[in-house]
């Protein structure tokens, strides 16, 4: 049986790992000094989720669980709107990103997060998702592990 049959794990085809925290400014500036290559990107409070797609077809939705296997949320994809089903890439591509809680007009520095993470993992952890509850979820892409190698294609692709 297969992990998915047996209602574990699935692994990642590439491993979500995190970022080392820096103490403060002056490390984040001693950090950046030698590098050229950077992608500045929002800080999103959501779910990490990797994507995968075969011939265009979405296949896999998999949580972040440990960084190298995550549980299969495919069976919830259907019901978020902003997960595509389909895409017209055609070569195997595998997306990773974040899902998050929709909300109109919040500052996160105001109002704190509102509970946003363990909103979107409570959602996709239930057996079922409404399509009410799925429209509350967005999709923020942040890598394309298998993907070109610069930026200016990364963008492209």
């Known amino acids: 049986l297969s992990t ?5 794990p699935l692994p ?9 925290k820096l103490p403060d400014a002056k490390a984040v500036a001693a950090w950046m000094q030698h590098r ?30 440990d960084g190298s296997h995550g549980q299969d949320w495919s069976a919830h994809a259907a019901k978020i709107p902003a997960i595509p089903a389909t895409l017209t890439w055609r070569q195997p591509l595998v997306l990773q990103g974040e899902l998050y809680v ?12 509102l ?13 079922t998702l409404s399509a ?14 298998f993907g070109p190698v610069t930026m200016p294609e ?4």
């Open 4 to 8: 998915t049959e047996r209602g574990g």
């Open 12 to 20: 990642h085809p590439a491993a979500h790992t995190g970022l080392n």
């Open 36 to 65: 050229t290559d950077l992608w500045v990107q929002p800080k999103v409070d959501g779910v990490a989720v990797t994507l995968v797609y075969t011939d265009g077809r979405l296949q896999q939705v998999i949580s972040r669980g």
């Open 102 to 113: 929709r909300m109109s007009d919040h500052i996160q520095a105001r109002e704190g997060s």
């Open 115 to 127: 509970g946003a993470r363990s909103t979107v993992a409570g959602l996709l952890n239930r057996n």
């Open 132 to 145: 009410e509850d799925g429209q509350r979820i967005g999709l923020f892409v942040w890598d394309i592990p």
């Open 154 to 157: 990364r963008v492209q692709q």
